[in-house]
């Protein structure tokens, strides 16, 4: 019966072998092994489970389907079954990475999937490279703000609205395959290109002359009088003009002939300006306006053209074309990697450049700016005021990544945090000062008219006083890290409680690379609204068989933030009805008058298990044991690279994507942390700046 | 938003198949009973009223018909109530002119699209929630069979993040998300500016000018490219392809456009919710009336916690009353009861206009059917063992809404029927059959999930 699998096996792993894939003889014997120990005792000719057989399965060529359903069930932690010996976790890891091999790893397409390719063919192998073949990607919302500022000297014209969406899942959004331009966005593009034009030739008629109002294109102008024929140099320096505000270069002489040629065919039943106003309009629909273009000059393997490198560059950090990158690629200067890597670094230095794209991967990644959209009922004895906490935040990572030491470890283990951070110009100075961002007015009694102060937004990280000088060292033995500020406690809880299960997730996912199969269809998945129970005691019904196959990779990572309430504050007890006090607290005629509430002794213990870092895997105390022991582990650094890989790349990983991987990690512990260093590997790596497959469109080269 | 399958991929599928694709004989036997004999006298249209934070069954019982004070009516069997002299529950009374075109559909199930707050896609697609656009919704699936210059037009309002689309209640299918046009002003001139916007015919000939060359100029930027490269800038030129066929036909209902056209004046860019929501019920009613789109969908809010806020009735915030917040109410119910009201009242007044507009011997409003229901079932936390639905028109009589409280028996009983097999009922009624929709409810084994609801076709 287990004869059929052994050779199978073996032909696949020859097939691999000579494909040059990193697999050895070893893993092939251990797949097989695995398979023979964990799956054929019940999945087998005489009576398969599930009629499901494995024991007949052929090389993976042939059966690629039963092959990679077994695999997801290992991996998922389906499979084996409770009753059945475990696998050790080291064995399960390389029966998935095995099998994944032979799949060839393709690159899933969403976000939220990339971890579907095993942490250790990724960097437990010698570094694999490859370019990736060439692409096209849609502007991002903010990029195409961006570009309306760039057509209007930084302003939006009025009139101008945002027509594309990204996909509403949490996490990194952004992501390059995902997104072309439908019929309704392309209408609304139409519609800001016609607003556009609009604010640009803006003028009026004064003593028969047309003047421009407010921020008008000077070379446009000359196109706006109705009575006077433009000339032809006219009409091609106007063209000019807006191919390099929108696209970032002139226009090539055919380009330039086909609009005017539009501007004829317009003026047969329209007037000159509304002709010229057409005109300008459709260089701002181009698709090379609309899109990135990263397809590089020519066929096989080669580097991005330096236009294309600059925007690439440009909308990596930021939201407009970069001045800079775009005079250096006008002058061919971005045409090696060592020129570009200048120019990124270049980039990241300058204070003065704007780079919004720092601080957004870091919410995309952490999303602690959720905080805001997680609705709870407002308390009357304290102020919840998520937004602050997420402004506050967005300050503790800036401030971390201007130090720039250790980056990842600070934002996990960090003692120090904004609190309630704002600033007022001082009149006198004319410097910004820091003030208190929130200020909550005492709340006074209806009927007896009494104001009783209520603790602000300092008091949700454990201050009775604010302070000026920020940020403010956290009362010790309380919180530490971007996990225990305020912003991500409530950006992980729900409506009334915590949540421990997405908190879990979310750490299993971001931090050590797990996938966590979705809530099946059918399951219901409701914690039980005991009130006189504590979360952690009614979260034990995940402990059934069917739901902690899955959970068991969750809720032990989430539970040690019990230390915290869904507001978000530090709590060292929790606070539950006391069911039998709650009996007896009736009125003279028997009618109830309230819950009562007590406060139980609150367990922050949690675990980590199956991490595939075994230094990592074992109890943990509580919160801030925990951040700590995540931030010391190597593989929570190299995931950590995986998400910025794929923020900064707008696409999963792939196998050929080590080396950039492996590279920026060694970068990234070399430079003692450096985020920028972290940066500037993976923006000058083969997986960013070069291309592979068929020569892109002629004209776009 | 995805490019999973532009329009070119399917008419390639279309070619491929078109053999493959022949309807089964069932489907053969019931697609001219449901087409009817005269159907295509008159273009038939659909409206699909999706509003937020769930539609309490209560809301739908009419005087004399019983309901258990709490939990779910426990019947066997289908238990029918004729309208007709009884008195709306007040929630809905505005429908009290249309009480003989109603039916009032109790008990299906939807329990596939389980979700906290808003079933996302799941509502209209009777399928999982939170897995994007996974397949093609009812009004997407009903706009094929109906129609028109614009096949789908779909109208929303913001949801106060400054999102002029909402990509989460409608798909077309697998990953192709409809977008919600959620500004009137926008909806305006997309159906009506071309011709009615005062601009005069020069500036529509340049536009259709700069349509042409725009799908010229992404033909030229598309050689070169495959694969999902390829498909990318396929979806563009086909954006610029349809936007300059539908030049022409705008063009040819040119008169009634401007005939037609909603003066909506300063209200075009209101931020209030309930004007923004007039605003789109009017250029709804307009479009079907100018003969501009058979299918469309008006949705109020709607799509993961996005119920929409209404300050101006003072409930600004729809997710406090889900949460008991009364907003100076005696209970959170009033705050329901007072948007149920609004909504109803906007849907009477879309069933008035479609009224008054003859056609043939009868009026619009007989060849048109308004679907109304929540994208969060049956409540703000919806159990969606039952998923309230109100059926307003008859579709060019091929469905049987004479004015009936229908209740469907419980989800456990062999005779529970579910959301999906309404919408086979609504495609056999079009004239397009299917005889399953959406994705199964693995936890029902004992009744059917597909095919029709005999009881609702006329």
Redesign the interface.
């Known amino acids: 019966m287990f004869t059929r699998v052994g050779l199978a096996v073996m032909a696949v792993a020859a097939s691999a072998a000579s494909a040059g894939a990193a697999d050895t003889s070893a893993d092939t014997t251990l797949a097989t092994a695995f398979l023979k120990s964990h799956c054929l005792k019940c999945h087998h000719a005489e009576k398969p489970a599930g009629s499901v057989r494995l024991d007949d399965l052929a090389d993976f060529a042939k059966d690629g389907g039963r092959w990679l359903a077994a695999r997801d069930q290992v991996r998922d932690g389906l499979m084996p079954p409770k009753m059945e010996r475990r696998p050790a976790d080291g064995d399960a890891r390389a029966f998935v990475a095995w099998v994944t091999l032979q799949s060839g790893a393709p690159a899933a397409p969403l976000p939220n999937q990339g971890n579907l390719i095993p942490h250790e063919l990724l960097f437990g192998k010698p570094a694999a490279a490859g370019p990736p073949a060439g692409r096209v990607w849609r502007l991002s919302p903010e990029a195409y703000m961006g570009f309306a500022a760039d057509l209007y000297r930084g302003k939006i014209a009025a009139g101008v609205v945002q027509p594309f969406t990204l996909t509403p899942e949490r996490g990194i959004k952004d992501f390059a395959g995902l997104y072309a331009i439908d019929e309704p966005s392309a209408e609304v593009l139409l519609r800001n290109a016609e607003a556009i034009v609009t604010a640009q030739t803006a003028h009026e008629v004064k003593d028969g002359k047309v003047v421009g109002k407010n921020d008008a294109v000077r070379e446009f102008l000359g196109l706006m009088d109705p009575a006077v024929a433009p000339t032809t140099p006219q009409l091609e320096a106007a063209v000019h003009a807006q191919y390099r505000m929108a696209i970032g270069r002139p226009a090539t002489p055919d380009e330039s002939d086909r609009l005017l040629r539009l501007y004829d065919l317009c003026l047969k039943t329209g007037d000159r300006p509304g002709s010229a106003r057409t005109m300008l309009q459709a260089v701002l629909l181009r698709t090379d306006a609309m899109f990135r273009r990263e397809l590089g000059h020519g066929g096989g393997r080669r580097i991005l053209t330096p236009p294309e490198a600059a925007l690439a560059l440009s909308l990596a950090l930021g939201n407009r074309r970069d001045p800079w990158l775009t005079a250096a690629a006008a002058k061919g200067e971005l045409a090696t990697r060592e020129q570009i890597a200048a120019g990124v670094r270049r980039l990241l230095d300058d204070p003065k450049a704007d780079k919004p794209r720092l601080l957004k991967f870091f919410r995309e990644y952490f999303e602690y700016a959720q905080a805001a959209n997680v609705f709870k009922d407002k308390p009357t004895a304290f102020a919840h005021e998520p937004q602050q906490y997420v402004a506050d935040t967005d300050r503790l990572v800036l401030h971390v990544l201007a130090a720039d030491r250790d980056v990842l470890r600070e934002l996990l283990t960090t003692d120090k945090s904004f609190v309630n951070y704002g600033t007022a110009k001082n009149k006198q100075t004319r410097l910004d000062e820091p003030k208190p961002a929130v200020v909550t007015p005492p709340r006074r009694d209806g009927k007896t008219g009494v104001l009783t102060p209520i603790p602000s937004v300092e008091a949700a990280y454990g201050f009775k006083q604010w302070e000026p000088r920020q940020p403010m060292t956290l009362p010790p033995g309380t919180r530490l890290g971007v996990l225990m500020q305020p912003s991500w406690l409530v950006a992980w809880s729900t409506n009334f409680d915590t949540d421990p299960v997405r908190r879990g997730r979310w750490v299993r996912e971001r931090l050590l690379g797990g996938a966590v199969p979705d809530l099946p269809i059918g399951v219901v998945a409701q914690v039980p609204n005991d009130p006189h129970r504590t979360y952690r005691d009614r979260l034990a019904v995940t402990r059934a068989e069917l739901c902690w196959k899955c959970h068991r990779q969750m809720d032990d990572l989430g539970l040690p933030f019990e230390n915290f309430d869904h507001y978000g504050r530090f709590r060292a007890a929790e606070d539950v009805v006391d069911a039998a006090a709650t009996e007896k607290n009736i009125d003279k005629k028997g009618n109830p008058l309230g819950a009562v509430h007590k406060q139980v002794s609150l367990v922050t213990t949690g675990a980590v298990a199956a991490s595939g870092d075994a230094g990592l895997d074992g109890p943990v105390k509580d919160p801030r044991e925990f951040v700590k022991k995540l931030a010391a582990s190597a593989r929570v650094r190299q995931v950590f690279i995986r998400h910025v890989f794929r923020f900064y790349m707008g696409r999963n990983e792939t196998l050929a994507d080590a080396k950039a991987l492996q590279d920026a990690d060694r970068e990234y512990v070399g430079s003692g942390g450096s985020f920028k260093a972290l940066l500037v590997s993976l923006l000058t790596s083969e997986s960013f700046l070069y291309r592979t497959g068929p020569p892109g469109p002629k004209e776009m080269k | 938003?995805?490019?999973e399958h532009t329009r070119r991929d399917l008419l390639k599928l279309a070619g491929y198949g078109a053999g493959a694709a022949a309807l089964t004989p069932m489907l053969s036997q019931l697609a001219p009973h449901a087409a009817g004999a005269d159907a295509k006298k008159f273009p038939r249209r659909v409206v699909f009223v999706v509003q937020s934070n769930g539609m309490t069954p209560g809301h739908l019982v009419p005087s004399g018909v019983a309901r258990p004070k709490n939990g779910r009516p426990g019947n066997d069997r289908l238990e029918e109530a004729a309208l007709k002299g009884r008195t709306l529950h007040k929630a809905i009374d505005a429908l009290a002119p249309f009480q003989d075109r109603l039916a009032l559909i109790q008990g299906l199930s939807g329990?596939?699209a389980?979700s906290d707050h808003s079933a996302n896609h799941g509502c209209l697609g009777a399928c999982?929630a939170?897995?994007?656009p996974m397949l093609q919704t009812i009004d997407s699936a009903m706009s094929d069979a109906l129609p028109g210059v614009f096949p789908h037009v779909a109208l929303g309002m913001p949801d106060g993040a400054?999102?002029?689309?909402n990509?989460?209640l409608s798909a077309a299918g697998p990953g192709k998300a409809v977008?919600i046009?959620c500004?009137p002003a926008?909806a305006f001139?997309?159906l009506f500016g071309s011709v009615s916007d005062g601009a005069g015919?020069?500036?529509f000939?340049?536009?259709t000018?700069?349509?042409a060359?725009?799908a010229d100029?992404?033909t030229?930027?598309?050689?070169?490219?495959?694969g999902?490269?390829r498909?990318?800038?396929d979806?563009?030129l086909?954006?610029?392809e349809?936007?300059h066929g539908r030049q022409k036909e705008l063009l040819a209902k040119a008169d009634d456009l401007k005939k037609h056209a909603p003066k909506l004046g300063e209200r075009a860019a209101s931020p209030v919710s309930s004007i923004i929501l007039e605003s789109q019920f009017e250029i709804a009613a307009a479009a079907l009336v100018a003969g501009v789109t058979n299918c469309v969908t008006l949705a109020s809010g709607g799509?993961?916690?996005s119920f929409g806020k209404f300050p101006a009735f003072n409930i600004p915030?729809l997710?406090?009353i889900g949460?008991g917040h009364a907003y100076g109410r005696p209970s959170s119910e009033e705050c329901f009861v007072e948007l149920r009201q609004f909504h109803v009242k906007l849907i009477a007044g879309l069933a008035k206009k479609l009224e008054g507009v003859k056609e043939g011997d009868g009026t619009v409003l007989d060849n048109t059917l308004i679907v109304y229901l929540s994208d969060s079932g049956d409540g703000h936390h919806p159990s969606r063992y039952e998923w309230p639905v109100v059926l307003l028109g008859n579709l060019g009589g091929t469905l049987k809404t004479t004015g009936r409280h229908l209740q469907f028996p419980h989800d456990q009983s062999k005779n529970h029927r579910t959301l999906a097999s309404l919408y086979c009922t609504l495609l056999h009624a079009a004239g397009k059959p299917r005889d399953s929709f959406g994705?199964n409810?693995?936890?029902i084994t004992q009744c059917p999930q597909s095919g029709v609801i005999p009881e609702l076709l006329a």
Request: hydrophobic share 40%; charged share 25%.
């Open positions: 938003m995805s490019v329990r596939i389980v999982p939170n897995k994007g400054g999102n002029v689309m990509y989460r977008p046009v500004s926008l001139k997309s015919r020069a500036a000939d340049q536009k000018n700069l349509l060359f725009m100029d992404v030229r930027a598309r050689g070169g490219l495959a999902e490269e498909r990318k800038f979806q563009y086909e954006a610029f349809a936007l799509g993961g916690q915030d997710h406090g949460h994705v409810d693995p936890a």
